[in-house]
């Protein structure tokens, strides 16, 4: 049902405002059925309004709630104590009541209708309980809740088209007004975000600022934007699994962020299609490499350590895992020699032990084995090629100086 008035002629020529309920259940989220159910379609959203309040206020709020049962229309205490108040009446220059021009609504016997049951009549809900409204905004602010699936359509707002409001004191009515004003349009800027390309910027930094160009046809209005989430790093890169930096000549400008790329292809990749690199925050790839260089006492060891810790890399110390290898090797009373045998641990052959022990220097190359052994990559003995017999000459084919030189070797042969 929800399909079918999002593409309706209606919300596609007047627009519409979605209001989900965000309730706990299982199964998918909201953000989940609007994209993956196809839901949206082609359709995306021009502004998107959080409205936040304490946990402890949206229990109370709630507990005030109560359904008329006649309609099922839900209504506030503020909304009922608005409603049950007399009506102003308005005066005109001379101080006469001007008439109200609106139609009374009368009931099925002729009489004004009320415009809201008496308390008596009204119904508390058990979903309105303070105990259940928490359960579901714990759901909607959890690790995979509505919030953090929600964060997809987020990302391609503007500052000014992503509206986060404070309702705490504010009723329905300066809540509404609130949003009203926020939602004016900003001229300057489209109601969806458009990928552009940023020509001209000899510079990362001259990314961010741009004077823009009144006399341009069209004109280029003024610009000033911040690094995504992305930084300088290609996003379309990322997700093939590589960390490359962007290069500036190679940048786009979306939803008030800059990106920037390694390759032209790479950008035009994100111009057709930018929400599929942004859904995910950026995250580094699971077989990325570093190598760290650098004199001692810089401190490599520790910037490993931090990458370690931040990214749950494994840290692979090529002296500590030689030395704790050799301290092993040194331990056994018999030294097996440097075979890759089955189910057996890398060694070293005595003869190159005993030269280590001379301090005659080793190349770094003899312990890769070790290294390997150390990361679980699978090792195997290098197979025998048979040597193949020489073909026996052709004499007939020899010249005169070469069938000499054959037969003379034969002949010290025998």
């Given at each position: 049902?929800?399909?079918?008035?999002?593409?309706?002629?209606?919300?596609?020529?007047?627009?519409?405002?979605?209001?989900?309920?965000?309730?706990?259940?299982?199964?998918?989220?909201?953000a989940?059925?609007?994209?993956n159910?196809?839901?949206?379609?082609?359709?995306?959203?021009?502004?998107?309004?959080?409205?936040?309040?304490d946990?402890?206020?949206?229990a109370?709020?709630?507990?005030?709630?109560?359904?008329?049962?006649?309609?099922?229309?839900?209504?506030?205490?503020?909304?009922?104590d608005?409603?049950?108040?007399?009506?102003?009446?308005?005066?005109?220059?001379?101080?006469?009541?001007?008439?109200?021009?609106?139609?009374?609504?009368?009931?099925?016997?002729?009489?004004p209708?009320?415009?809201?049951?008496?308390?008596?009549?009204?119904?508390?809900?058990?979903?309105?309980?303070?105990?259940?409204?928490?359960?579901?905004?714990?759901?909607?602010?959890?690790?995979?809740?509505?919030?953090?699936?929600?964060?997809v359509?987020?990302?391609?707002?503007?500052?000014s088209?992503?509206?986060?409001?404070?309702?705490?004191?504010?009723?329905?009515?300066?809540?509404?007004?609130?949003?009203?004003?926020?939602?004016?349009?900003?001229?300057s800027?489209?109601?969806?975000?458009?990928?552009?390309?940023?020509?001209?910027?000899?510079?990362?930094?001259?990314?961010?600022?741009?004077p823009?160009?009144?006399?341009a046809?069209?004109?280029?209005?003024p610009?000033?934007?911040?690094?995504?989430?992305?930084?300088?790093?290609?996003?379309?890169?990322?997700?093939?699994?590589?960390?490359?930096e962007?290069?500036?000549?190679?940048?786009?400008h979306?939803?008030?962020?800059?990106?920037?790329?390694?390759?032209?292809?790479n950008?035009?990749?994100?111009?057709?299609?930018?929400?599929?690199?942004?859904?995910?925050?950026?995250?580094?790839?699971?077989?990325?490499?570093?190598?760290?260089?650098?004199?001692?006492?810089?401190?490599?060891?520790?910037?490993?350590?931090?990458?370690?810790?931040?990214y749950?890399?494994?840290?692979?110390?090529?002296?500590?895992?030689?030395?704790?290898?050799?301290?092993?090797?040194?331990?056994?009373?018999?030294?097996?020699?440097?075979?890759?045998?089955?189910?057996?641990?890398?060694n070293?052959?005595?003869?190159?032990?005993?030269?280590?022990?001379?301090?005659i220097?080793?190349?770094?190359?003899?312990?890769?084995?070790?290294?390997?052994?150390?990361l679980?990559?699978?090792?195997?003995?290098?197979?025998?090629?048979?040597?193949?017999?020489?073909p026996?000459?052709n004499?007939?084919?020899?010249?005169?100086a070469?069938?000499?030189?054959y037969?003379?070797?034969q002949?010290?042969?025998?």
């Amino acid at each position: 049902m929800i399909k079918i008035q999002l593409h309706s002629n209606k919300a596609a020529t007047k627009g519409f405002v979605l209001d989900l309920d965000f309730v706990s259940q299982p199964g998918m989220t909201w953000a989940e059925r609007l994209t993956n159910k196809e839901i949206l379609g082609n359709i995306s959203f021009t502004h998107i309004v959080e409205i936040q309040l304490d946990d402890e206020e949206v229990a109370l709020r709630a507990r005030n709630l109560r359904m008329n049962l006649e309609n099922g229309k839900v209504y506030s205490k503020w909304e009922r104590d608005e409603l049950r108040k007399p009506k102003v009446v308005k005066l005109d220059e001379n101080g006469e009541p001007i008439p109200d021009e609106e139609e009374e609504e009368l009931d099925e016997d002729g009489n004004p209708k009320k415009k809201i049951p008496e308390e008596s009549e009204l119904v508390s809900r058990t979903c309105d309980e303070g105990a259940k409204i928490l359960q579901d905004v714990e759901f909607y602010k959890g690790p995979e809740g509505e919030r953090k699936e929600c964060s997809v359509f987020i990302e391609e707002m503007f500052d000014s088209t992503f509206i986060r409001l404070d309702a705490a004191g504010l009723n329905p009515t300066e809540l509404c007004e609130t949003v009203f004003f926020r939602l004016k349009p900003n001229t300057s800027e489209p109601l969806r975000p458009i990928p552009h390309v940023i020509e001209g910027a000899g510079s990362l930094k001259e990314l961010l600022e741009d004077p823009g160009d009144e006399e341009a046809t069209p004109p280029v209005l003024p610009r000033k934007s911040q690094w995504s989430l992305w930084r300088t790093i290609d996003p379309v890169a990322l997700m093939n699994g590589k960390v490359e930096e962007g290069l500036p000549e190679f940048a786009v400008h979306f939803a008030n962020n800059v990106f920037v790329f390694s390759t032209e292809e790479n950008m035009k990749a994100f111009i057709e299609n930018p929400r599929v690199y942004i859904q995910k925050p950026p995250e580094m790839p699971p077989n990325f490499r570093v190598l760290m260089l650098g004199p001692k006492g810089v401190g490599k060891m520790t910037q490993a350590q931090k990458l370690e810790h931040f990214y749950g890399w494994r840290v692979v110390n090529f002296l500590d895992i030689v030395q704790t290898k050799l301290a092993r090797i040194l331990k056994q009373k018999i030294k097996p020699p440097n075979n890759v045998v089955e189910g057996s641990e890398i060694n070293m052959s005595q003869e190159e032990l005993d030269k280590l022990k001379e301090g005659i220097p080793v190349p770094s190359w003899k312990f890769l084995p070790w290294i390997l052994e150390y990361l679980n990559v699978p090792l195997k003995r290098k197979p025998i090629v048979p040597k193949q017999p020489e073909p026996e000459p052709n004499i007939d084919e020899m010249d005169e100086a070469e069938k000499k030189a054959y037969l003379a070797a034969q002949k010290k042969k025998a």
